[in-house]
């Protein structure tokens, strides 16, 4: 929370508070994000005005161009994180050291497979899943998307990966309040969900051919810490047709590479400690 002191106003001798950790439309801007972010729900305008401590007048003119400019989304009296903020975010996260990491690869596995390859993160405030780092295909047809694009847990094979291997209260509690609000070509129910997660850990890959959309597979496999979490998914995705004949190698090369990227990271891990 913004720290505040009581100053007086020089024009009327009114007492004005002041930001004394910066320029007071940044502080709240930042102070926005930041409550919004533990927010998966979204906040109306009068508990934005409560928590943020900051004028209900003030606060519209920040929240109408962060709207207007997709940052937020403001529906049913709600506002939620928009997402530029999430590409914006993806953006950040693409100069943490971690994607570099992981990026050779990225590039082992677009090689062996001439798919294109995804690196997919948890955003656990949002729900969903966010690619930070993303090689295309070298394929005249290929799937291919910008990075920073996120997806519901649900509805692709990374993001039910990272799901997956989550901890179990964190899942449990995902699983009873999760909304099917994406239409998927294959519909998701609580009950499919819950036996797609189980046999995703008994299988340690995720898959999907014609799930997500119709024309659209991909295969998802967990890279580890070196406490055995699982911080990020690497996963292949390209045409249903070029997947289908060869979808056990294909699952057989994605877990191979995401071992060795596994490996790696804790191996750097142990070396820091």
Request: proline share 5%; glycine share 6%; net charge neutral.
């Amino acid at each position: 929370m913004v720290t505040k002191k009581i100053v007086e106003d020089n024009n009327n001798g009114l007492p004005a508070e002041r930001d004394v950790t910066g320029p007071r439309s940044l502080t709240r801007l930042l102070g926005l994000f930041d409550v919004l972010s533990m927010s998966p729900d979204g906040m109306s305008l009068a508990e934005l005005n409560v928590t943020l401590e900051s004028p209900k007048s003030s606060l519209l003119n920040l929240l109408r161009p962060l709207v207007a400019e997709g940052y937020l989304i403001h529906s049913a009296g709600q506002y939620r994180l928009g997402p530029s903020i999430f590409r914006l975010a993806a953006s950040v996260m693409s100069a943490w050291n971690f994607p570099r990491m992981i990026r050779p690869f990225m590039e082992e596995l677009c090689q062996r497979t001439g798919e294109t390859v995804l690196l997919g993160v948890l955003n656990r405030d949002a729900e969903v899943l966010t690619y930070v780092e993303i090689i295309d295909s070298p394929h005249p047809v290929r799937y291919q998307i910008p990075v920073g694009t996120t997806r519901p847990l649900y509805a692709s094979s990374a993001g039910r990966l990272l799901l997956a291997y989550t901890e179990k209260r964190w899942r449990d509690a995902y699983l009873s309040s999760v909304q099917f609000k994406v239409r998927t070509a294959i519909p998701v129910t609580r009950a499919s969900l819950s036996r797609e997660l189980d046999r995703i850990r008994a299988e340690g890959v995720s898959t999907s051919v014609d799930n997500y959309m119709v024309g659209l597979a991909a295969v998802a496999a967990p890279v580890f810490d070196g406490d055995g979490n699982c911080v990020a998914s690497l996963n292949i995705a390209g045409p249903s047709d070029r997947f289908r004949n060869e979808l056990d190698q294909l699952k057989a090369v994605v877990k191979e590479v995401a071992a060795k990227a596994s490996g790696v990271v804790a191996g750097i891990e142990a070396r820091a400690a």
